[in-house]
């Protein structure tokens, strides 16, 4: 049993990985086209590309969870056939996913011993303990052993599944996506300490991301992909962002420059006094928020999701109950019903839309008409017209460029992005729309859809709409929004106009500094 | 009666040789559903599973004449039931609820269909032990004689409580429960630990229901459970999904099970049958008090009676 366990002292090199021509096709649909790859050993590699790309199915491939079509693996020049992760771990390679796979009810040491692919039947858990104090001792991150991870924080649940892979003895690392929700702070602390990894020779990095900043900073290699095929490879230091993201759009895209007008006589539209509200497990999620916002203007609130944000937005939609104070909209008491949505033109952009804003099984002319089925012309005498209903979703099919093969189609049948248009042509299309609150709107959707978003939410703006626009993606909140409010534990932190914002001191505010 | 001749000592008298007696399936169903609702899944089919139970050890034991059998059968009988219900509630877009439903229906019928014959027939009962050894009162003698199966239970709950702490598929069993998608990025395969773990559940809810009619009340008939495996199910949500707490609260509804039969043996008939509903009322008590729309139950397993994708 003593030398089953995973030995952190010695550092071996890490192998070199290589993927030639690999191809992956899903029925008709070929995600992956003759691509190759190759990792050496202590280095620091970015895989760049858009959402759809073909980057996680091709760490996929790597990794066991899917067999290539064709192409080959190599592990030090070696042709390997990996089934599973197990095999994949076997050669040394560890993947840390996007979502956290620590299971959130067990502790930090619960998680670990979990995690070893030979733990013993019945685990002595003093003799563990014992094992991994002497593995933290010489690892980059500390973490309390004895913690459960619900209690963590996002940045620390991040360490702990990098962490579980060096536990693994892991020597080439997989990340997905690592950063997506960090601070810019735990971001530099996490990667900055991979770093030194790499370069002491202890582990090679794959990273998959599309933060430039990121990658400039730390890798020293970048391989592009654009439409499950190889875009561009090369060395960071003789690339430039340009560069990077042109191999990554392909033919140059420009994004819809911003403009903003200004509104005359802007008035309070929407006014949170005190507002407090719990979590699901009865906790304070949202402690005391007070904020105005007036018509013609995007406040924008930052945050480290988990700190409350969703909890708000759920309020303000009327998903969830406020423990105690105020919400005015115009003025007047707002406590989210049907009736005050209509009368005050409040509409809302959830995050998971499908989720939080459709009815999966109904039909897209269905869902567009959720807002309006009861009201002319869409009703009449208690009747639903059905005619008006599909005639009204066609309308906004054209304008929004939904891409829906009819709108008899079940919502859940397309695509994210489609069904953000959906939803958004829904919210969008009412004439006077007064109040717009929109949390996460672009969360996983490809660069056109996020830029046709961006300025439909600030064509709203514009026409003297008040935003509120709840994101986890600082870049998206610095272009859009007039104010950026921090959100940290629930509480709202920090408020700056967005001219004279930093982004230094939003990400010290956003760790709750 | 025995607690006659000990005036209204016998009223708490007969509650304690009550709930010695009664909280005997309590606690085999309650530890056999906190095994399953640890994997994630839901079991109500064990009110099913404990009359089938009931009814196979009955039947086994008056075959035989071996009541041990009997026990050993309504295991195997359970764990028949639970691989309908491990495979049932785990196809796609499936409701655990449901298909639970459906296997009460199922496995009551089938006890009452298959056991028919043996309604009347005396069969061998299990042997008893005393606790009363140090006294002379007869009534303390025969309330105070417990069954081996009582202390098997009681054996089991701090050994569940140790293997889901410090057993790698004790581990194993609660990340599939709270966390699936860790558990298959791990490369455990769900199917098989919510399958394993739903049929030894049914196991120990077989065994339950071999007490009922092999120790108390001792006969069988059809409304020998009355309920009992679906109020074990309230049970592991009061006990928090511990197996310790499940023993304590086991012990709790075989007390105010207990509570009619005791007042009636003291002469008070009055609102006898209020004072035998008292564990249903408990049921609900429990659940107004611990349930809220509000917030969710801490250490309830995460991924609890959701359907699979």
């Given at each position: 049993?003593?030398?089953?366990?995973?030995?952190?002292?010695?550092?071996?090199?890490?192998?070199?990985l290589e993927v030639i021509n690999l191809t992956k096709r899903f029925g008709t649909f070929t995600a992956l086209d003759q691509v190759s790859i190759k990792v050496?050993?202590?280095?620091?590699?970015?895989l760049?590309g858009?959402n759809g790309a073909g980057k996680s199915t091709l760490v996929k491939c790597i990794m066991g969870f899917y067999t290539p079509t064709s192409g080959e693996v190599l592990i030090?020049?070696q042709t390997r056939t990996i089934a599973s992760p197990k095999d994949a771990?076997?050669f040394?390679l560890?993947m840390?996913?996007?979502?956290?796979?620590?299971?959130?009810?067990?502790?930090?040491?619960?998680?670990?011993?979990?995690?070893?692919?030979?733990?013993?039947?019945?685990?002595?858990?003093?003799?563990?303990?014992?094992?991994?104090?002497?593995?933290?001792?010489?690892?980059?991150?500390?973490?309390?052993?004895?913690?459960?991870?619900?209690?963590?924080?996002?940045?620390?649940?991040?360490?702990?599944?990098?962490?579980?892979?060096?536990?693994?003895?892991?020597?080439?690392?997989i990340?997905d996506?690592?950063?997506?929700?960090?601070?810019?702070?735990?971001?530099?602390?996490?990667?900055?300490?991979?770093?030194?990894?790499?370069?002491?020779?202890?582990?090679?990095?794959l990273?998959i991301?599309?933060?430039?900043?990121?990658?400039?900073?730390?890798?020293?290699?970048?391989t592009v992909l654009r439409k499950g095929q190889l875009a561009?490879?090369?060395?960071?230091?003789?690339?430039?962002?340009?560069?990077?993201?042109?191999?990554?759009?392909?033919?140059?895209?420009?994004?819809?420059?911003?403009?903003?007008?200004?509104?005359?006589?802007?008035?309070?539209?929407?006014?949170?006094?005190?507002?407090?509200?719990?979590?699901?497990?009865?906790?304070?999620?949202?402690?005391?928020?007070?904020?105005?916002?007036?018509?013609?203007?995007?406040?924008?609130?930052?945050?480290?999701?988990?700190?409350?944000?969703?909890?708000?937005?759920?309020?303000?939609?009327?998903?969830?109950?406020?423990?105690?104070?105020?919400?005015?909209?115009?003025?007047?008491?707002?406590?989210?019903?049907?009736?005050?949505?209509?009368?005050?033109?409040?509409?809302?952009?959830?995050?998971?839309?499908?989720?939080?804003?459709?009815?999966?099984?109904?039909?897209?002319?269905?869902?567009?008409?959720?807002?309006?089925?009861?009201?002319?012309?869409?009703?009449?005498?208690?009747?639903?017209?059905?005619?008006?209903?599909?005639?009204?979703?066609?309308?906004?099919?054209?304008?929004?460029?939904?891409?829906?093969?009819?709108?008899?189609?079940?919502?859940?049948?397309?695509?994210?992005?489609?069904?953000?248009?959906?939803?958004?042509?829904?919210?969008?299309?009412?004439?006077?729309?007064?109040?717009?609150?929109?949390?996460?709107?672009?969360?996983?959707?490809?660069?056109?859809?996020?830029?046709?978003?961006?300025?439909?939410?600030?064509?709203?703006?514009?026409?003297?709409?008040?935003?509120?626009?709840?994101?986890?993606?600082?870049?998206?909140?610095?272009?859009?929004?007039?104010?950026?409010?921090?959100?940290?534990?629930?509480?709202?932190?920090?408020?700056?106009?967005?001219?004279?914002?930093?982004?230094?001191?939003?990400?010290?505010?956003?760790?709750?500094? | 009666?025995?607690?006659?001749?000990?005036?209204?000592?016998?009223?708490?008298?007969?509650?304690?040789?009550?709930?010695?007696?009664?909280?005997?399936?309590?606690?085999?169903?309650?530890?056999?559903?906190?095994?399953?609702?640890?994997?994630?899944?839901?079991?109500?089919?064990?009110?099913?599973?404990?009359?089938?139970?009931?009814?196979?050890?009955?039947?086994?034991?008056?075959?035989?004449?071996?009541?041990?059998?009997?026990?050993?059968?309504?295991?195997?009988?359970?764990?028949?039931?639970?691989?309908?219900?491990?495979?049932?509630?785990?196809?796609?877009?499936?409701?655990?609820?449901?298909?639970?439903?459906?296997?009460?229906?199922?496995?009551?019928?089938?006890?009452?269909?298959?056991?028919?014959?043996?309604?009347?027939?005396?069969?061998?009962?299990?042997?008893?032990?005393?606790?009363?050894?140090?006294?002379?009162?007869?009534?303390?003698?025969?309330?105070?004689?417990?069954?081996?199966?009582?202390?098997?239970?009681?054996?089991?709950?701090?050994?569940?409580?140790?293997?889901?702490?410090?057993?790698?598929?004790?581990?194993?069993?609660?990340?599939?429960?709270?966390?699936?998608?860790?558990?298959?990025?791990?490369?455990?395969?769900?199917?098989?630990?919510?399958?394993?773990?739903?049929?030894?559940?049914?196991?120990?809810?077989?065994?339950?229901?071999?007490?009922?009619?092999?120790?108390?009340?001792?006969?069988?008939?059809?409304?020998?459970?009355?309920?009992?495996?679906?109020?074990?199910?309230?049970?592991?949500?009061?006990?928090?999904?511990?197996?310790?707490?499940?023993?304590?609260?086991?012990?709790?509804?075989?007390?105010?099970?207990?509570?009619?039969?005791?007042?009636?043996?003291?002469?008070?008939?009055?609102?006898?049958?209020?004072?035998?509903?008292?564990?249903?009322?408990?049921?609900?008590?429990?659940?107004?008090?611990?349930?809220?729309?509000?917030?969710?139950?801490?250490?309830?397993?995460?991924?609890?009676?959701?359907?699979?994708?």
């Amino acid at each position: 049993m003593e030398t089953a366990i995973a030995a952190p002292q010695t550092k071996t090199a890490p192998p070199e990985l290589e993927v030639i021509n690999l191809t992956k096709r899903f029925g008709t649909f070929t995600a992956l086209d003759q691509v190759s790859i190759k990792v050496t050993p202590g280095s620091f590699h970015a895989l760049l590309g858009e959402n759809g790309a073909g980057k996680s199915t091709l760490v996929k491939c790597i990794m066991g969870f899917y067999t290539p079509t064709s192409g080959e693996v190599l592990i030090d020049q070696q042709t390997r056939t990996i089934a599973s992760p197990k095999d994949a771990h076997h050669f040394g390679l560890g993947m840390v996913y996007q979502h956290f796979t620590s299971v959130p009810a067990m502790t930090v040491a619960e998680n670990l011993v979990l995690s070893r692919y030979d733990s013993p039947q019945w685990i002595n858990w003093k003799a563990e303990y014992e094992r991994l104090d002497a593995f933290m001792a010489t690892s980059p991150f500390q973490i309390d052993l004895r913690t459960p991870i619900s209690q963590l924080a996002a940045g620390q649940k991040q360490k702990l599944e990098i962490l579980k892979q060096l536990y693994l003895n892991s020597r080439v690392l997989i990340l997905d996506e690592p950063t997506s929700v960090l601070t810019p702070d735990e971001a530099d602390e996490v990667l900055g300490l991979l770093r030194e990894e790499v370069t002491a020779g202890h582990l090679s990095v794959l990273m998959i991301s599309h933060k430039f900043r990121e990658v400039m900073a730390f890798t020293d290699e970048v391989t592009v992909l654009r439409k499950g095929q190889l875009a561009g490879h090369g060395y960071v230091r003789d690339l430039t962002v340009d560069d990077m993201a042109h191999m990554m759009l392909g033919e140059k895209q420009e994004a819809t420059p911003v403009e903003k007008v200004t509104i005359a006589d802007p008035k309070p539209v929407l006014e949170l006094r005190n507002l407090c509200a719990d979590r699901d497990n009865g906790l304070p999620a949202v402690r005391s928020a007070s904020l105005t916002i007036r018509s013609g203007e995007i406040v924008g609130i930052a945050g480290v999701s988990g700190n409350g944000q969703r909890e708000l937005v759920e309020v303000l939609a009327g998903q969830r109950p406020r423990h105690s104070g105020e919400i005015l909209v115009n003025g007047e008491p707002y406590q989210s019903t049907r009736k005050e949505m209509a009368r005050h033109q409040v509409y809302t952009l959830p995050e998971e839309p499908l989720r939080n804003a459709c009815v999966p099984h109904m039909s897209v002319a269905e869902n567009m008409a959720l807002r309006t089925f009861d009201c002319p012309p869409q009703a009449k005498r208690g009747l639903l017209s059905l005619i008006n209903i599909r005639r009204m979703a066609e309308g906004l099919v054209k304008v929004f460029s939904v891409k829906t093969p009819s709108v008899d189609t079940p919502v859940g049948n397309l695509s994210g992005g489609n069904v953000q248009r959906t939803v958004l042509a829904r919210e969008l299309s009412s004439t006077n729309i007064n109040l717009l609150i929109a949390a996460n709107p672009c969360f996983g959707l490809d660069f056109s859809a996020v830029d046709y978003i961006h300025s439909q939410i600030l064509a709203a703006r514009n026409r003297g709409v008040a935003v509120l626009l709840v994101s986890e993606d600082l870049d998206e909140l610095l272009k859009l929004s007039d104010r950026i409010t921090v959100i940290s534990d629930g509480e709202l932190v920090y408020e700056s106009p967005t001219a004279a914002a930093d982004i230094k001191t939003l990400g010290h505010k956003m760790a709750g500094h | 009666m025995a607690t006659e001749a000990l005036g209204l000592w016998g009223v708490p008298l007969a509650i304690i040789a009550g709930t010695l007696r009664g909280s005997v399936p309590f606690l085999f169903v309650s530890l056999g559903e906190c095994l399953t609702e640890k994997s994630g899944k839901i079991n109500l089919g064990l009110e099913g599973t404990l009359l089938m139970g009931a009814m196979s050890a009955y039947a086994i034991s008056y075959l035989t004449g071996s009541p041990w059998l009997g026990v050993i059968t309504a295991g195997v009988a359970g764990m028949f039931l639970g691989l309908i219900h491990g495979w049932l509630s785990q196809q796609p877009r499936v409701n655990d609820v449901a298909v639970g439903i459906a296997m009460i229906i199922f496995g009551s019928g089938l006890a009452f269909f298959l056991g028919k014959p043996f309604i009347q027939p005396s069969a061998p009962q299990l042997p008893t032990l005393s606790l009363a050894g140090w006294t002379q009162i007869p009534q303390l003698e025969s309330a105070l004689s417990i069954s081996p199966l009582f202390i098997l239970g009681v054996a089991i709950a701090p050994l569940m409580q140790w293997f889901f702490r410090s057993s790698r598929w004790g581990l194993l069993i609660r990340a599939v429960g709270d966390s699936p998608d860790a558990a298959r990025a791990m490369g455990i395969s769900i199917f098989k630990v919510r399958m394993a773990s739903i049929v030894a559940g049914s196991f120990l809810a077989g065994i339950g229901g071999a007490s009922l009619s092999l120790f108390y009340p001792g006969s069988w008939s059809e409304r020998i459970s009355s309920g009992q495996g679906l109020m074990a199910v309230a049970l592991v949500i009061f006990a928090r999904w511990n197996p310790i707490q499940c023993l304590y609260a086991s012990l709790l509804f075989g007390g105010a099970q207990a509570i009619g039969p005791a007042m009636q043996s003291v002469g008070i008939d009055a609102y006898y049958y209020l004072f035998n509903a008292s564990p249903y009322i408990l049921t609900l008590l429990i659940m107004v008090i611990t349930c809220s729309p509000k917030r969710t139950l801490t250490g309830a397993p995460g991924s609890l009676g959701q359907a699979q994708e």
